[in-house]
């Protein structure tokens, strides 16, 4: 069965330091997004993407978050500068319809910031 | 705005105990979409079910079974024979048609079985 699968499962990083976190879509599917999850809270929306551009982005998507389809298949995640709090588990998903399809979800990559 | 709220935290049941996820939303579209995901200690997010809002009619799938009622604006999720690998933690979420699937989930409800 086709999955989403996200690369590295577990990063940690420094506070400051650059971190791209890596997701493969299901490849027939035209929708992407991230959500983030703090330890222990909901799951929250942080950004939609279609047709190669942002088409929905939430609060916590401020400038130092971008994300991009450098090549086709792959969905990245960039956190230019990170700090303490975007320490969470992020999720990557993907759907091939935007108004009837569920999401399908990657396993997460946890990010931990020190 | 949207809303979805599982005022229940934390359960307990013993194995084979039947189980109800309370879920209540709020979302001012008349076309919408309810989930609800399943969030194992292994911490991926495992699709259940999708419900739209034309369609009430309760569901069933093995052991689990969901009732949707638009009246009340619940989504309820009840597992049935309760079994330790059903320890999770659940989430219900909705979506407004019309968007770009922006997810709203709610805070979630840890479901421990114990044997």
């Known amino acids: 069965e086709p999955e989403v699968t996200q690369t590295p499962s577990h990063q940690v990083t420094q506070m400051g330091q650059e971190v791209i976190l890596r997701c493969v879509p299901i490849s027939n599917h035209l929708y992407f997004y991230w959500y983030r999850q703090i330890l222990g809270q909901k799951v929250e929306f942080l950004v939609s993407?279609?047709?190669?551009?942002?088409?929905?982005k939430s609060e916590i998507f401020d400038d130092q978050f971008s994300v991009e389809r450098p090549d086709g298949s792959n969905f990245t995640l960039k956190i230019r500068s990170t700090k303490l709090e975007d320490s969470a588990m992020y999720f990557c998903?993907?759907?091939?319809?935007?108004?009837?399809?569920?999401?399908?979800f990657g396993e997460g990559s946890r990010l931990t910031v020190l | 705005a949207q809303k979805v709220t599982q005022a229940q935290t934390e359960i307990s049941v013993v194995e084979k105990e039947d189980v109800t996820l309370d879920c209540v939303y709020e979302?001012?579209?008349?076309?919408?979409?309810l989930f609800w995901y399943k969030q194992p200690p292994s911490g991926e997010l495992v699709f259940l079910i999708r419900?739209?809002?034309?369609?009430?009619q309760n569901e069933i799938s093995g052991r689990y079974s969901w009732n949707f009622q638009k009246s009340t604006s619940s989504f309820n999720f009840t597992i049935t024979a309760s079994q330790v690998v059903d320890s999770a933690v659940y989430f219900c979420a909705l979506r407004s048609s019309g968007g770009y699937q922006k997810v709203t989930f709610g805070t979630g409800t840890k479901l421990q079985v114990i044997p």
């Open positions: 979302t001012r579209d008349t076309t919408y979409y």
């Open positions: 998903a993907s759907s091939a319809d935007r108004d009837t399809g569920e999401l399908f």
């Open positions: 993407f279609y047709n190669n551009e942002i088409s929905e």
């Open positions: 419900r739209n809002s034309f369609d009430e």
